[in-house]
């Protein structure tokens, strides 16, 4: 049996202030930082995705929703609505202002 942290704060404080406790108390927070950074984007990729489905269920009024896998294949958010299916990918990723017009 698998067990996951639903409440976004609270799974932030068990992956990265928990782990990194003694470093806070003593203050050194910048070399509890640089531990942090190495597993940020990993971390925020997996809450953007449930935020982003949270978005498009409110957004299309999906009859359901949620993702796909299969062996290697994997949809992020896959809805359904009146017989239709609706397919997306988002990923967490940087870009610049002009990158994120161009979209």
């Not at 498009?56 to 359901?64: I, N, P």
Request: net charge positive; proline share 1%; glycine share 4%.
């Amino acid at each position: 049996m698998r067990y996951e942290i639903a409440d976004n704060y609270y799974a932030f404080w068990f992956r990265f202030v928990y782990p990194n406790r003694k470093l806070v108390e003593r203050e050194l927070y910048k070399e509890a930082l640089e531990l942090v950074k190495r597993d940020y984007n990993h971390y925020m990729g997996r809450v953007f995705e449930k935020a982003s489905l949270d978005f498009l269920w409110k957004r299309f009024a999906f009859e359901r929703a949620g993702r796909w896998w299969s062996r290697e294949e994997e949809i992020d958010v896959v809805g359904v609505k009146r017989g239709m299916a609706y397919f997306f990918e988002v990923k967490w990723k940087d870009l610049s202002e002009r990158e994120a017009r161009r979209s």
